[in-house]
């Protein structure tokens, strides 16, 4: 019993050990990583269109051209006097501009007006949640979404996260620490952050 008990208390030792070197060596998500900025600077940020957004269409004064069409997964999408048009990548208003000039080939002078509505966007905007989330999933960004607004969205983490090892990838290359398990079992809106369109938010499994 007595070397059981020792032998685990020995293992462990060399889990915590091994684990301290790891992340000194910056191999472990959090280790030697700065801490994510609070504020993403999204002030300018203006809704792209992506497969699978729905788009209410309304023409003024020609009700039979107004309609609601989806966005193929091609990122096109048709109408009766329109075979296709590229809708992915841009905003509403731009695909309001297309429309009326693609329409004023039939009607004089239309006046478009484009509503979205199903938010998906496009692929390269979406919050990617992986590793120890209770619902890892994608999620469509909005504007000044927080880490806790996604917490909220994906049922918190599992009883197996290091939620203070979290990090975030962002704009391809940086990585950036999120302090988690602070946010969401302690309630310390201090660890709370901005996203960013695109984030991927990475959360690791604990070690004990």
């Known amino acids: 019993m007595f070397t059981t008990l020792k032998g685990r208390v020995i293992q462990r030792a060399l889990i915590l050990v091994g684990a301290l070197v790891l992340s000194?060596?910056?191999?472990?998500?959090?280790?030697?990583?700065?801490?994510a900025?609070?504020?993403?600077?999204?002030?300018?940020y203006s809704y792209i269109i992506g497969p699978g957004d729905n788009l209410n269409i309304i023409v003024w004064r020609n009700p039979e051209l107004s309609m609601s069409v989806p966005v193929r997964p091609?990122?096109?999408?048709?109408?009766p006097l329109i075979d296709e048009l590229v809708a992915q990548g841009k905003n509403p208003v731009e695909?309001?501009?297309?429309?009326?000039?693609?329409?004023?080939?039939?009607?004089?002078?239309?006046?478009?007006t484009v509503i979205v509505t199903g938010f998906?966007?496009?692929?390269?905007?979406?919050?990617?949640?992986?590793?120890?989330?209770?619902?890892p999933q994608v999620l469509a960004y909005k504007q000044k979404m927080t880490a806790l607004d996604v917490m909220i969205a994906?049922?918190?983490?599992?009883d197996f996260a290091a939620g203070n090892d979290a990090t975030i990838l962002r704009d391809g290359n940086k990585q950036y620490t999120v302090r988690l398990k602070d946010l969401v079992k302690r309630g310390d809106i201090s660890a709370n952050v901005e996203m960013k369109p695109g984030?991927?938010?990475?959360?690791p499994q604990s070690f004990f």
Do not use: H, M, W
């Not at 429309?99 to 006046?111: A, H, M, N, Q, T």
């Open 154 to 158: 994906v049922g918190g983490l599992t």
């Open 37 to 44: 900025p609070a504020n993403a600077s999204t002030q300018d």
């Open 120 to 135: 998906v966007g496009p692929y390269d905007q979406q919050i990617r949640v992986v590793g120890e989330a209770a619902k």
């Open 74 to 79: 091609d990122g096109k999408f048709s109408t």
């Open 95 to 112: 695909i309001a501009r297309d429309i009326e000039k693609l329409l004023g080939k039939y009607v004089r002078d239309p006046v478009v």
């Open 199 to 203: 984030d991927i938010l990475i959360i």
């Open 24 to 35: 000194a060596c910056g191999l472990l998500p959090g280790g030697n990583l700065p801490l």
